[in-house]
């Protein structure tokens, strides 16, 4: 399922819901930001996968990166994260290589 802005298509702003619920998986997004948080989160993901920290380490650097609390500290639920990508994953990622 998905809910879609009053505007689409023009502004090609959706967001879908988590199997079987009517709960959005995160918030409303058009094409370029579904494209940002795609590539935010193939850097993410590398944190963990590649051993580097656990999955739960890296939720607690995102929450103390973008100043949220854990249950924000996911790329589709806040705008803050974004706003903070420019310092974010993609630098501690480098660190780590």
């Given at each position: 399922?998905?809910?879609?802005?009053?505007?689409c298509?023009?502004?090609?702003?959706?967001?879908r819901?988590?199997?079987?619920?009517?709960i959005?998986v995160?918030?409303?997004?058009?094409?370029?930001?579904?494209?940002?948080?795609?590539?935010?989160?193939?850097?993410?993901?590398?944190?963990?996968?590649?051993?580097?920290?656990?999955?739960?380490?890296?939720?607690?650097?995102?929450?103390?990166?973008?100043?949220a609390?854990?249950?924000?500290?996911?790329?589709?639920r806040?705008?803050?994260?974004?706003?903070?990508?420019?310092?974010g994953?993609?630098?501690?990622?480098?660190?780590s290589?």
């Open positions: 399922m998905l809910y879609v802005c009053a505007k298509p023009a502004c090609d702003a959706y967001v819901t988590h199997l079987g619920t009517t959005p995160g918030e409303m997004a058009n094409g370029h930001m579904r494209a940002l948080r795609r590539t935010d989160h193939r850097y993410f993901d590398q944190l963990h996968q590649s051993g580097y920290m656990s999955k739960k380490e890296a939720y607690r650097w995102l929450a103390a990166t973008i100043s609390p854990m249950s924000q500290a996911h790329i589709s806040s705008k803050a994260f974004l706003e903070a990508r420019g310092t994953i993609r630098n501690r990622k480098e660190m290589a």
